[in-house]
Every structure is written in C-alpha cells, then in structure tokens.
C-alpha cells in the first residue's frame, strides 16, 4: 500500500499522559499536513510542512502539541499533558507540494483516534 | 473559516443522480471550489476540483455557474457505497493555503 499510513489507529491514554501519533507520507509528496476532527465536525487544520519546514500553525495547536518532520519524511505529533478535549481523530495528509499548485490535492490517512480517559 | 454553506444533510434513491449543491457567494476570482467526501473511520477522498467551468472525471461532475457562486456536484448512478459527508472547499492556487472543511453534506443513500 502506498498512500498515506497513521500509527497507531488507535490509542487510549490517562489525562495528564503524554502521546506520540506518527505519519508516514506518499514518498514523492513534499507536504504534510495535521487535522483534528470531533464528532460530526469537519477536519480543523492543526499545522502543515514543506519538506522539514513547520510553515504554518493554528491557533488552535497549544503549546502542548509539537509537531516535526526532521527528515522531510515521515512526520510525529506530540501531545504533553493530554487533556480529556483532545480526545478526537487526528488525520494526517499529504501533496506534492507542486508549484503552480493548480491541481494540488491532498491525500488523507486513516488517522489515529485518541481517547483521553 | 470554510467560506461555503451546504445543507446539512441529504438523502438519494441509490441508482438516481445525488446532486449536491454548495453556495460560495463570496468566492474570489482566483479560488477554486474543491470538493472532498468522507466515508465513515476513513479519512477525507479528494473527489473534484474546478475554477469556472464545467468539470468531469470518473468520479462525479461538477458544475460551477457563471457567476461563480454556486457549484452542485453530481454523483451520476449513486451506490450505497457513496454514502459519507460530502466537503465544498474553495481555495487559492499558487499559495502556501491550507485547506479549510466546514461541516459537510451527510448524503445518504438509501436501497
């Protein structure tokens, strides 16, 4: 399978333990992108990288998440802290990052659902 | 913020065209209108994208009207399988720009 692969699809953590979610892009694509999604919402941006540059955060990433693609490849988000609110899907995605961007589409995974108890 | 507005939810006679409709009144002339679906526990399924004329592909249609602010896609014979939130996203090209769901379209499809 080549598309865009999430690990773990799952994970159950305490309050206040920390997570690590890992994402492994289509090979050739040089964007990679995080979303949150809740319940009946759609995806919320969460940040996004062209190769190993952090390009863009949202408001919405507390100092509790980082996020990193040291090698331009595969990409983690860490979650400190973990709050019973972050229980959510955490989809990752990714594009060629073509320039022009004219027929940019992003390819999604799976995601990881998290569960704060 | 998504800079569309869909209805909230939908049902289709499976083998009938889904026609889905998405207003994007504030549409810029350099914004396409994206469109993405979700089928339950998967992640987003880029469907169509298009900036003022008429798109098809082996998917669905899109079609935009003249003055922009509006696009229906058309999912022609529709199965049970393309039961799943239905994303309208508009977007500039040639930027840096993430893109931005709202909520969707729960287009059922009913046997």
């Known amino acids: 399978d080549t598309g865009v692969s999430q690990n773990p699809r799952h994970k159950i953590t305490k309050r206040g333990q920390n997570v690590t979610f890992r994402c492994d892009p289509i090979?050739?694509?040089?964007?990679l992108y995080w979303y949150r999604q809740t319940l009946g919402q759609g995806p919320e941006f969460l940040t996004y990288?062209?190769?190993?540059?952090?390009?863009?955060k949202s408001r919405l990433l507390s100092d509790r998440f980082s996020a990193e693609r040291p090698k331009g490849s595969f990409s983690t988000l860490e979650i400190q802290r973990t709050e019973q609110g972050d229980s959510a899907m955490y989809l990752c995605?990714?594009?060629?990052?073509?320039?022009?961007?004219?027929?940019?589409?992003?390819?999604f995974g799976s995601g990881t659902q998290l569960s704060v108890l | 913020d998504a800079k569309t507005t869909q209805p909230t939810s939908m049902d289709c006679a499976e083998g009938r065209a889904a026609n889905l409709p998405c207003n994007h009144s504030?549409?810029?002339?350099?914004?396409?209108v994206y469109w993405y679906r979700q089928i339950h526990s998967q992640g987003p399924q880029y469907i169509i994208h298009?900036?003022?004329n008429n798109e098809t592909n082996e998917m669905a249609s899109l079609i935009i009207t003249e003055d922009r602010k509006s696009s229906t896609l058309i999912l022609p014979h529709a199965t049970l399988r393309d039961t799943a939130v239905y994303y309208c996203?508009?977007?500039?090209?040639?930027?840096?720009?993430?893109?931005?769901f709202g909520k969707g379209t729960r287009l059922h499809i009913l046997p």
């Open positions: 996203i508009v977007r500039v090209m040639n930027r840096d720009d993430k893109i931005i």
């Open positions: 504030t549409i810029s002339g350099n914004e396409y």
């Open positions: 995605a990714s594009s060629l990052g073509q320039v022009p961007t004219t027929n940019e589409k992003l390819f």
């Open positions: 990288f062209q190769n190993e540059a952090q390009l863009e």
């Open positions: 298009g900036l003022k």
């Open positions: 090979s050739e694509h040089n964007r």
